[in-house]
């Protein structure tokens, strides 16, 4: 099979197919990446135009595939799970920042974990941290449990089915939390109508997810402790409006200007 006539024969674009591909032949995306001509086995060639066909109505490769790299690290990701965002990134560096020592006995909290990306990146620096994954769909814990598998690290996890705080106990050292803040009357792109409505959706405003969880996250979080939120494009002043009784450390852009992290920490914290 010719690759260039394959891909014109779907509207698809040339990275995306190669990305595909080279999951479905075992290679890395480096080594077809040069390939004009493949052979592909007969045996695989309804699947290989199955996956072309998937990708040409819209749908992400990462989606189809089932991984998707965060942080230079590859995870995970189903039709359970929101794919990994790049903006996202930014609460990783954020965390690195302000704990600068990679042996602290940090204990963490990943709110609305999906794939587990976040609290498991930092699970592979910080090799004595724990933490705590909390999501309401048992099918996005099960992913968060065989990323942990895959990286090494699940017996520094701990897995909680719940809604936002319900199920948990105790304070933590940090809290992060990436979640869904989409307005439902927000029309999404056709990619992202592939990720799970609970992970995106919050209310008419996008607000109803910080509404519940904010005001209760000062029970969580110990003294000196900082609590890292992701926030939709224009939701940084809703958000700091509400009444969460704690103090702003700090509003982060994301790569493109965005107001995207929101740092806070409790009033009598060092
Ligand atoms: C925007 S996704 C973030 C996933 C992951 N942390 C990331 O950054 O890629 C939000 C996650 O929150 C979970 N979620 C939604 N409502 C929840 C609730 N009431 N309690 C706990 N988790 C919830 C969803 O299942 C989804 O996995």
């Not at 998937?54 to 749908?59: D, M, N, V, Y």
């Not at 990679?102 to 990943?110: K, R």
Request: charged content about 20%.
């Amino acid at each position: 099979m010719v690759i260039s006539s394959l891909l014109k024969e779907y509207t698809v674009r040339r990275d995306d197919a190669i990305k595909l591909l080279a999951h479905m032949f075992g290679c890395s995306y480096h080594d077809l990446f040069f390939k004009t001509h493949v052979n592909v086995p007969l045996a695989i060639q309804p699947s290989v135009c199955n996956g072309l066909r998937r990708l040409a109505s819209g749908e992400p490769v990462s989606k189809i595939i089932q991984k998707k790299e965060f942080y230079g690290i590859e995870f995970k990701t189903n039709k359970y799970t929101m794919d990994p965002r790049p903006e996202t990134e930014l609460i990783i560096d954020l965390v690195t920042k302000y704990y600068r020592s990679l042996d602290e006995h940090l204990t963490i909290l990943d709110l609305g974990s999906g794939t587990g990306c976040i609290g498991l990146s930092l699970l592979t620096m910080y090799k004595n941290a724990v933490c705590s994954f909390v999501d309401i769909d048992a099918n996005a814990i099960a992913v968060a449990l065989e990323n942990a598998c895959n990286l090494d690290v699940s017996t520094r996890c701990e897995f909680i089915l719940s809604d936002w705080f319900t199920n948990v106990s105790g304070i933590f050292d940090i809290i992060t939390c990436n979640p869904p803040y989409v307005s439902t009357n927000f029309e999404l792109d056709v990619a992202t109508s592939f990720d799970p409505e609970i992970a995106l959706f919050a209310g008419e405003e996008g607000m109803n997810a910080y509404i519940t969880i904010l005001p209760k996250m000062k029970n969580f979080l110990k003294r000196g402790g900082k609590a890292f939120i992701e926030v939709g494009f224009d939701q940084r002043e809703k958000v700091a409006n509400i009444e969460h009784g704690m103090k702003v450390v700090s509003i982060n852009n994301d790569l493109n200007g965005i107001p995207r992290v929101i740092t806070l920490c409790l009033f009598d914290s060092f």
